[in-house]
């Protein structure tokens, strides 16, 4: 049963990135290069609860491609990274901002103080989850255990860390203004990118039979 959990990994993606297209496109006065994905699904949103599914959804595909991922490596800390970021997505879904965040508009209201809590949440719990996301192809990489068997794979990996926090940090500073929106949704696709093809060579690996040692000796759950 379990290997039927690292095939969520390959879809996961998908739910979130037609969500954001879509509920794009039928926004009005929406801006997809300067404005982020969560003002898709705020409250100020034409269709919100586009966005809100494919969020939630994806997230809950990520945590199935984690719980997977860890009970056939019997590894915790790589799996549990992934988890985290699918749990966060959830939480961003729920925690809903009141409008979008890269507006004056908006900027004014939270200036103010005039915005709810879960508008405060959500900008909050989005700083761990992205941090989460930047970090697990590192630890994939440089682990042991994080099953990148070659060498070009862990680099790739590497390369696709740094490129998360310089992309996330672009655009969560607004270093580059007006582009904010764009610099968000390229981390965001790097990122899914990165875990579709993990989620495709742990897949691949368990139809060709391979297991790690851990598992055969049946101390999966044994290892930190």
Known sequence: MWHRFLLCGVVAPIPLTAAWIAGGLVQERYSLRREDVSALAAETADHPWIVIVGL?????????????????????????????????????????????????????????????WHHLAH????????????LAPAVFALSPRGGLRSRRARAASLATAAAL???????????????????QRAGISLAFLWLALLAAQAARMRLAGFEPAALRSGGARSIP
């Not at 900027?107 to 103080?113: D, I, Q, T």
């Not at 310089?166 to 610099?183: H, M, N, P």
């Open 165 to 183: 926090a310089v992309l996330f940090s672009l655009g969560g500073t607004e270093a580059i203004a007006g582009w904010e929106g764009a610099l």
């Open 123 to 134: 900008d909050a719990l989005s700083v761990p989850v992205i941090g989460a996301a930047v």
């Open 56 to 116: 939630a959804v994806s997230g809950l595909l990520t945590v199935a491609f984690a719980a997977g991922l860890w009970r056939r490596q019997g590894w915790r800390l790589g799996p549990a990274l992934l988890g985290f970021v699918g749990l966060g997505m959830v939480g961003l879904a729920a925690l809903r901002n009141d409008c979008s965040s890269l507006t004056e508009a908006c900027r004014a209201r939270v200036e103010a103080g005039e915005v709810s």
